[in-house]
């Protein structure tokens, strides 16, 4: 929960709280919706008693936005108010047979079949799937939705009915961004697709409703238990899937202009804006923003990494050749090179521009000289290398070759990263010096929101911002030649798994 001013958009006050993520089997993750509520209240209250310790009056919030992990399913009983099940994350694998089960009613097995109307090849990481295996083997949720029960939305809406009055006439809804994500939806006619949803076998009425990204959804009911003032009626004003509150946080609102958040996985979007456009190259066609209930929708063109800063957490977590994330850093300085040594961190298949369920990660060209320093170094060098080909299939798409890459996420905050990004792509890489532009969006469309007002949102009066810039350092030939090794481990990993007989269950 962050807290900003809308004159200068400087950060006043925050607290974070981390989300467990469950890993009951191999390839699927999961979250438990009612932690992520209680996060959300956490970080409520603390955040207002750091305020009020600087005091600020928290009475003068006058806005709320909500940003979210997209894709991210849940689905909820409306007459309890409780979750189903846990949460399936967007970067769960068990829909593998529910994507080829589904791949085979398509004419001629195509992938790209709906990517017309919705802008998504059909994989395991978009709502529409999960919603389907949950249907499928969730009894409650399908007696749920038998009895007019059932609730489906991704973590937004299951955050803004709660907040606003939940089982006592919660506020369905969503935005047009993350609806864009479900697969269930025309990002044209911005509305739900009955074909659609008649293809996945999805009720519609099990479906928010969907709004523009900034408008007064309805009152948040959270009471602060704080000694003076409460937050009772302050209206929830603003939503946006992530890494399009990212996109307006980094002010990237001319068409051209793009953006690369390093979070678990990496989100590279650039603003088309009031055309779609779509890819011949493997990225996605997206929603970027709708700024308001009668302002134009604006697309983006998007290209997804799974694995970013998740390779981090496994190197961590997994095999514990570090103790801190900060480590990383420190472990791959002191190689200065990986050594000949390539990761692919295709733990959940690889995304764009490739969609290949079937891949797995490797290590490859490693010697008796390899150590964890040069693996530290080659999981960084793999975020930058998965970056360059995303970069890539945007220039041939958009034909425009950008000029400098504009960066945020926590991740940014490693600095051998950012100039091995600079390095890998042989352009600049630009941080602004307050990293955490997904929240600023998400306050940025609350704040503008009609009835609310009290944020600016023409490019004269927005605050400009200091930044941070990273500039090549290595010859391009050698940079083009680290490159086509990195080509040469991708392919390496592609075709691992086969769904058939999936490994341990």
């Given at each position: 929960?962050q807290v ?7 950060l006043l ?7 467990e993520q ?13 932690e ?6 956490e970080c409520?209250?603390r ?8 005091n600020?009056?928290?009475?003068n ?17 409306k007459t309890?108010?409780e979750?189903?099940?846990?949460a ?6 068990r ?6 089960r589904l ?5 001629g097995?195509n ?6 109307r919705?802008g998504?090849?059909l ?6 799937v999960k919603l389907?295996?949950?249907l499928?083997?969730?009894?409650e949720i ?31 809804c969503t ?10 939806f025309?990002i044209h006619?911005?509305?739900?697709d009955?074909?659609?949803c008649?293809?996945f076998d999805?009720?519609?009425e ?13 009152l ?8 003076s003032?409460?937050?009772t ?25 793009a ?19 779509l890819?011949?190259?493997?990225l996605?066609?997206?929603i ?7 302002k ?8 997804s990494v ?11 977590d997994n095999l514990?050749?570090v103790?801190t ?7 791959a ?5 990986s050594?000949?040594?390539?990761f692919v961190p295709?733990?959940?298949?690889l ?10 990660g ?6 008796q ?11 960084l060098?793999?975020?930058?290398f ?12 958009c034909g425009?070759?950008l ?6 996420g926590g ?17 600049p ?15 940025m469309?609350?704040g503008a929101?009609e009835?609310?007002?009290v944020?600016?949102?023409?490019p004269?009066d ?8 990273f ?10 030649s680290?490159?086509a ?7 390496r ?9 999936p490994?341990?269950?």
């Amino acid at each position: 929960f962050q807290v900003f001013n809308a004159k200068t958009a400087e950060l006043l006050s925050h607290h974070q709280v981390e989300i467990e993520q469950k890993f009951p089997k191999e390839g699927w993750v999961e979250q438990d919706p009612k932690e992520i509520l209680k996060s959300v209240h956490e970080c409520v209250e603390r955040t207002c008693e750091k305020l009020q310790q600087l005091n600020i009056d928290i009475t003068n919030i006058k806005a709320i936005g909500v940003s979210n992990q997209r894709e991210t399913t849940v689905v909820w009983d409306k007459t309890t108010g409780e979750p189903l099940s846990n949460a399936i994350v967007w970067l769960d694998l068990r829909t593998q047979s529910t994507v080829e089960r589904l791949l085979k009613r398509i004419p001629g097995k195509n992938k790209a079949y709906f990517k017309s109307r919705t802008g998504l090849p059909l994989s395991t990481y978009f709502s529409a799937v999960k919603l389907r295996w949950l249907l499928d083997n969730v009894k409650e949720i399908q007696q749920a939705v038998d009895d007019g029960r059932a609730l489906f939305g991704t973590i937004d809406s299951w955050l803004i009915w709660v907040c606003i009055c939940g089982k006592n006439g919660g506020v369905h809804c969503t935005d047009v961004t993350n609806a864009s994500r479900t697969m269930l939806f025309n990002i044209h006619s911005l509305d739900w697709d009955p074909e659609l949803c008649q293809f996945f076998d999805i009720p519609v009425e099990i479906l928010p409703k969907v709004r523009s990204s900034s408008e007064i959804y309805g009152l948040m009911k959270i009471c602060s238990s704080l000694k003076s003032g409460a937050l009772t009626g302050v209206p929830i004003s603003g939503c946006l899937g992530d890494q399009s509150a990212a996109l307006v946080g980094q002010m990237c609102f001319q068409d051209g202009q793009a953006k690369n958040t390093y979070g678990t996985g990496c989100f590279l979007l650039c603003n088309t804006g009031q055309k779609s456009v779509l890819s011949e190259h493997g990225l996605l066609t997206t929603i970027a923003y709708k700024l308001g209930r009668d302002k134009p929708v604006c697309y983006a063109l998007e290209g997804s990494v799974a694995i970013a800063g998740a390779v981090v957490r496994w190197l961590r977590d997994n095999l514990g050749i570090v103790q801190t994330s900060q480590e990383v850093e420190k472990l791959a300085a002191e190689a200065g090179t990986s050594y000949g040594c390539y990761f692919v961190p295709a733990f959940s298949g690889l995304y764009a521009p490739y969609w290949e369920p079937s891949a797995r990660g490797i290590i490859c060209g490693l010697t008796q000289f390899t150590n964890k320093k040069h693996i530290a170094f080659a999981a960084l060098e793999a975020v930058c290398f998965q970056t360059r080909e995303i970069l890539d299939a945007m220039n041939k798409d958009c034909g425009i070759p950008l000029h400098q890459l504009q960066v945020d996420g926590g991740m940014t905050n490693n600095k051998l990263l950012m100039q091995l990004q600079s390095d890998i792509l042989c352009i600049p890489v630009v941080k602004p010096s307050m990293p955490e532009t997904t929240a600023l969006g998400a306050a940025m469309a609350a704040g503008a929101a009609e009835g609310v007002g009290v944020w600016s949102l023409n490019p004269g009066d927005l605050t400009a911002v200091t930044c941070e810039r990273f500039e090549p350092q290595i010859n391009p030939e050698e940079s083009e030649s680290r490159y086509a090794r990195w080509k040469k481990a991708v392919m390496r990993s592609m075709d691992w798994e086969t769904s058939e007989a999936p490994s341990n269950g």
